[in-house]
Each structure stands twice: as C-alpha cells, then as structure tokens.
C-alpha cells in the first residue's frame, strides 16, 4: 500500500483484527481437500477478512511464507538457546573458580599423566562451550531473510504488480525484510533460500553436541573413579538390583541425547546436495522433523547439564589419595635433580631410582598392594642427602605448573565477558523433573 498499490486501509483493518482468530477446523478442512497447507490457511483467512480477500497472498508463494517463517524461527530458536548456555558456562566458571588450586591426577590415553588441578580441568570444558557459544551467535547473526522474491526467486510477479518499477520491488524486499527484524535478505534465491543455510544451523547445534557429550563423559568417567559425581537426590535409586549404585543418569542422558543430535545434520546435507534447479519438495517433511528436533534437543540438553553443572559434588579425599598412587613416580625427576644439587651423580642416581620404582610397580601390579616407592628412597642411604626434602618434593600443588594461573585469566579475559551479554538472563537453578 505504501508503495502505491490499490490496498485500502479497510483491508488492512480487517486483516489486523483477525490475525489470531484462526478457524483450525476450516484449515484442516480446507487442507484435506485442496492437499495445500498454505492455500488451506490463506482461504481461511480470506474467510474471516472478505473485504480483503482478493489481496491476500497477492504476488506470494508458499516459500515466501514458509521459508521467510523459518527463517524468524531459527533465529528465535538461537535467540533461546544461548542464555541457556551462556547459564552453564556461568555455572561452571563458578565450580573452575573453587576449585582452581585444587591438584588432581592428570590423564592421557585415560592413562596417569602430569598433575592438573579440578578447576583447570573444568576450564577445557567451558572453552570448547565458549565456541560453542560464537558459533551460535554467529550463525544466528548470518541469518538472513528470504523476502520477497516470487515463485522462483526472480521477482517477476511483483515487478508485474508494480509495472515495472524495479526500484518499488527493491524497497518492498527491503520494507519486509526490516519488518521481521532481519539486517538483510539473501539477494538470490530460487523458490526456497539455499539448504545450505540449515546445514549451517545444524552443524552449530551438532558441534554443540560433541561438547557435551566429551563434558559429561569426563564426568561418567570421574564418577567411576568416585573423584567427582553429578547430583544424587536423597531418595534417587541408582539400579533396581544393586542398591548402593550411584548411576551418572543425567550425564548419560546428555551423551544419548547428544548423539541424536550430532546425527541431525546429515538431513540438510543431504537436502541440500538434491535440491533440483529452482526448488523441490522432497526438503520439505524432512526439514519440519529435523530443525526443530534439533532445537528442542539441544535445549534440553543445555537444561540437564545446567542442573548437572548447579550440583557436582567433588570428593578431595579420594582425588588426593589418587594422587599419592601415582606421584612418587612422577617425582622421580624432582628426586634425581635434588641429589644432584647435594653432589650426587645424576645416572647413579637415575639407575638406583629405575631400580626401586620397578620394584615399588611391581608391588602395585603383581600385589595390588600401595605404591611404596617412596618409602623405598627412605630406607636406601644413597639418597639421606635429601630425606629430609621429600615432603617437600611431593607436594602436589609444586606439580600442577601455571594450572591455576591459567584458570584465574582464562574466567577473567574470556570467559566472564562473553556471558555480559546474557547476565540479565542467568536466573535460578533448575530442578529436573524426571
């Protein structure tokens, strides 16, 4: 209308008054015969708005609805899941910032490694939900609007409509696009914007869930070594046979819901790479499952490890008796070093230390006995120089390096500023209803 078209402001009017009242009945009707989702809903609406009826849809294709529809709901959809993670990102900087100092036995290959610390192992997994959270910002910022762009994308209907003024076609792409509150519209398309948009969207959510997936199976496997759990409720049974079973279930939850996701893309790929020409339908049932599963499973997957993350309950004793397993040996550097500085001869002292620690591991693997190792430097006289260093030399906090540092600038430069944009949005805790 205000681009010069014959659309009285009565029209208008009557199409404004009706636009929740929508008779689903005579859409489901109208669908069953006419086989035309949108033509079903654009004969309704024309049934509540006869004023208006004969411009309703002028110029427009089902894609211009349903493309343009999508499009605002993707973005909508990124728009609620990203205060959710920003919510557990949050919630773990909080536990890496307890528990920054706090040594624990490092792993390889799930093999003993050098010390880290809880809180830094923490950090690992905030950073990779950190890109998780750019890329969803990203992709909710590349979105653009279809617009107005005709049956097979080249405008002809519209040109037609307004007598061909391309400059008239131009400002209504960009008066639409403006109204759904899109920056810019993908300036080609065929009848649909590309697939490769969705393929985009889902790849995001997909590597969304690979994060949680490795995050919560760290958190099984730590639940195994009884360091750290995920919260139990006082009444929770854990198995229906074993009573004293604390079983991961939320964390295993995640991991099967994670996967479902990470499957997800491979529906637009496909999509995408059988879109014959301008456009075909075979896209269409597929994307209604696979967009929106994705969303949804991602939510409540972000929804379940945020009430995971609210409640992790960490078990120093056990991580501290772990650690004096597996230390001794990995202090044998600290040892060889100190007798050298006492005037000892660093491959005497290596091939006594060889020596003893094959016998301390023997003890551990053929006896199943406690690591003994040192106990074995106190009674060998070789090393009395340095007996009275060894508590000092086994300190754990002297084996876990800048760990703590790394957590302290790691939360303050990356991690507490990318959550400013959501901390309006932080909120309470969640409580699962199982």
């Known amino acids: 209308q205000s681009l010069g078209l014959p659309i009285t402001d009565e029209q208008i009017r009557e199409m404004e008054a009706n636009l929740d009242n929508i008779d689903f009945k005579m859409a489901a009707e109208e669908e069953k015969k006419l086989r035309h989702d949108v033509m079903a809903h654009v004969h309704t609406f024309a049934h509540c708005c006869p004023k208006a009826a004969a411009i309703i849809h002028l110029g427009a294709t089902s894609c211009y609805v349903g493309d343009n529809t999508d499009l605002i709901v993707l973005r909508d959809g990124f728009n609620l899941l990203l205060p959710k993670l920003a919510r557990v990102i949050s919630r773990l900087a909080d536990f890496a910032e307890k528990?920054?100092?706090?040594?624990?036995?490092?792993?390889?290959?799930?093999?003993?490694?050098?010390?880290?610390?809880?809180?830094?192992?923490?950090?690992?997994?905030?950073?990779?939900?950190?890109?998780?959270?750019?890329?969803?910002?990203?992709a909710r910022?590349?979105?653009?609007f279809r617009g107005v762009k005709g049956t097979t994308g080249t405008q002809a209907s519209f040109l037609q409509l307004f007598e061909g003024d391309h400059s008239k076609v131009e400002e209504l792409d960009r008066l639409v696009t403006?109204?759904?509150?899109?920056?810019?519209?993908?300036?080609?398309?065929?009848?649909?914007?590309?697939r490769k948009v969705d393929i985009g969207v889902l790849a995001v959510l997909a590597s969304l869930g690979a994060s949680i997936h490795k995050i919560c199976t760290d958190i099984r496997l730590l639940a195994n070594l009884k360091e750290i759990e995920e919260p139990f409720e006082k009444d929770q049974i854990g198995s229906s046979a074993m009573p004293y079973k604390r079983n991961p279930?939320?964390?295993?939850?995640?991991?099967s819901l994670a996967r479902h996701l990470m499957t997800l893309v491979m529906d637009p790929l496909q999509t995408a790479a059988v879109q014959w020409?301008?456009?075909?339908?075979?896209?269409?049932?597929?994307?209604?499952?696979?967009?929106?599963?994705?969303?949804?499973?991602?939510?409540?997957?972000?929804?379940t490890l945020q009430n995971v993350s609210e409640g992790l309950v960490v078990y120093p004793k056990v991580i501290e008796r772990r650690i004096r397993q597996e230390l001794p040996?990995?202090?044998t550097e600290n040892i060889i070093m100190a007798m050298v500085k006492a005037g000892g001869n660093r491959q005497d002292c290596h091939e006594k230390i060889r020596v003893l620690s094959q016998q301390a591991a023997a003890v551990v693997k053929q006896e199943g006995g406690d690591n003994d190792f040192i106990a074995r430097v106190r009674a060998d006289p070789y090393f009395s120089p340095i007996?009275?260093?060894?508590?000092?030399?086994?300190?754990?906090?002297?084996?876990?390096?800048?760990?703590?540092?790394?957590?302290?600038?790691?939360?303050?430069?990356?991690?507490?500023?990318?959550?400013?944009?959501?901390?309006?949005?932080?909120?309470?805790?969640?409580?699962?209803?199982?």
């Open 387 to 434: 007996h009275k260093q060894l508590e000092s030399l086994l300190d754990p906090s002297s084996f876990t390096g800048r760990a703590p540092q790394q957590v302290t600038n790691f939360l303050k430069e990356e991690v507490r500023p990318a959550l400013i944009p959501y901390q309006s949005q932080m909120g309470g805790k969640i409580e699962l209803a199982l």
């Open 178 to 194: 403006a109204k759904a509150g899109f920056k810019r519209a993908y300036m080609v398309t065929g009848q649909t914007y590309s």
């Open 99 to 138: 528990y920054a100092d706090m040594p624990a036995l490092g792993f390889t290959h799930y093999q003993p490694a050098q010390l880290t610390t809880v809180g830094k192992r923490c950090c690992l997994w905030i950073q990779d939900l950190c890109m998780d959270l750019q890329n969803l910002e990203r």
């Open 329 to 331: 040996f990995m202090a």
């Open 249 to 255: 279930m939320r964390s295993e939850r995640c991991c």
């Open 277 to 303: 020409f301008e456009r075909t339908l075979d896209d269409s049932a597929n994307r209604r499952v696979c967009l929106a599963e994705a969303f949804l499973t991602a939510d409540i997957i972000l929804s």
């Open 141 to 144: 910022d590349d979105l653009r």
